[in-house]
């Protein structure tokens, strides 16, 4: 925002600079049509002017040139202007000349160039170095102000964001912990229900109702999980927590889905990349894979086959998740990471989902300092999960190379 508030600050003053320059510049233009109107003089009759512009006329110092039509200087006219000599004039003209257009600037002299009817060109060069330089000076002075004005703005506004964001900031860390605080409560409930429902059914034997309750404690222990990783991943940064072997987190996340893939009929192809390490938390890194596998699952198409993979890029991390679909809108894929965000509200509870997985995804994504992006085919064919992290060296290797390199120091 306050770079905004400076950015138009500084285009307003920009405009008025050049709003200012062209007003010389006019000005000028319409001294140099006055000057050949008179035939190279100042005008005779001065009845028609205000003091100020007679005052102008006569401190006017220009020179008046006529080009032939081959392009030779014919006459030139230096009475107007005593610094500058025959030579120096025609350079200035053919400067001018050689520019092209009617009008524009040679150093500090505004120049106009009006053609004959007999082919011939009158070249007016008019001195505009004063007027110039009391326009740069007023520019000078209105940018200190310019400047001391967004010092003080944005003193104020530093000193008012403090007093605006800190309860917005209170109150989304009172949200945070809040969430995370439920979440650890609603663990022993659900662990309590999910143990009685295993005693139920000790008792009275398989149950639908019973698998139900199962099935609906798994949920929502699921639920509880995503939204306290979601809580602790959206403020934290986890690069620091230690270095973790992706590869092995990404190929034991597939490989727990194995059994699932094959219930569900869904073929699950699996390409991983070893020796891949980041630096981060191995536990919000194994949510996050099983996450993504976890929505390829919910939303392929019946039969439709799920691919994991796993690349190295440069010092880039990537993860990718494919899975076929149908009826998908492109334009849509990038609004699946928002928090609670549903495409189609019926099918995703249908599915077991709630909005939540993938933008816990994207949350640990940014904690490990990396990205998450979704991308669909043109057609809506198919939707691939794209994470990418930074990477880190093998903790291993370097142990080695240290306590080689400690061995031969010891010999």
Not at 78 to 87: K, R, S, Y
Request: charged letters at 25%; glycine letters at 10%; aromatic letters at 6%.
């Amino acid at each position: 925002m306050l770079a905004s508030l400076v950015v138009l600050l500084g285009v307003m003053f920009l405009g008025t600079y050049m709003t200012r320059r062209a007003q010389v510049d006019a000005d000028a233009d319409k001294s140099i049509d006055t000057i050949v109107e008179e035939g190279g003089e100042l005008p005779k009759d001065l009845s028609g002017y205000s003091n100020s512009k007679i005052e102008g006329f006569y401190e006017m110092r220009y020179l008046v040139a006529r080009v032939a039509s081959d392009g030779t200087l014919d006459e030139t006219n230096l009475d107007h202007v005593a610094t500058i000599d025959e030579g120096e004039a025609q350079a200035m003209v053919s400067r001018a000349l050689a520019r092209g257009g009617d009008r524009g600037y040679v150093g500090k002299f505004r120049y106009g160039v009006r053609a004959e009817k007999d082919g011939t060109k009158v070249v007016v060069l008019l001195d505009r170095a004063r007027q110039l330089e009391a326009l740069n000076a007023s520019i000078a002075s209105e940018l200190k102000i310019y400047g001391a004005g967004v010092v003080v703005v944005t003193a104020i506004f530093l000193l008012l964001s403090k007093r605006i964001v800190q309860p917005i900031v209170r109150a989304h860390e009172s949200q945070r912990q809040f969430v995370i605080d439920a979440g650890h409560d609603l663990r022993t409930p659900l662990s309590i229900i999910s143990a009685d429902a295993d005693v139920l059914a000790m008792d009275v034997g398989e149950s639908e109702w019973i698998d139900d309750i199962k099935s609906q404690v798994d949920v929502m222990s699921g639920l509880t999980e995503s939204l306290i990783v979601l809580s602790r991943a959206s403020t934290a940064n986890e690069r620091d927590a230690g270095v973790v072997n992706l590869s092995d987190v990404v190929a034991r996340e597939a490989r727990g889905f194995k059994s699932r893939t094959l219930t569900e009929d869904h073929p699950l192809a699996s390409d991983v990349c070893g020796g891949i390490y980041v630096r981060g938390n191995e536990q919000y890194l194994q949510r996050m894979v099983g996450a993504l596998i976890d929505n390829a699952l919910k939303y392929s198409v019946d039969g439709g086959p799920i691919e994991v993979r796993l690349e190295r890029h440069l010092h880039q991390a990537e993860l990718s998740v494919r899975n076929a679909t149908e009826g998908v809108d492109p334009k849509e894929v990038g609004r699946w990471f928002g928090r609670f965000y549903q495409s189609d509200r019926a099918r995703t509870h249908e599915a077991g989902g709630y909005g939540i997985g993938l933008s816990m995804v994207e949350a640990v994504a940014r904690a490990h300092g990396g990205k998450a992006r979704a991308e669909a085919e043109a057609d809506g064919s198919s939707v691939t999960m794209v994470v990418t992290l930074p990477t880190t060296r093998d903790p291993t290797q370097r142990a080695w190379r240290h306590e080689t390199e400690g061995g031969s120091d010891e010999r």
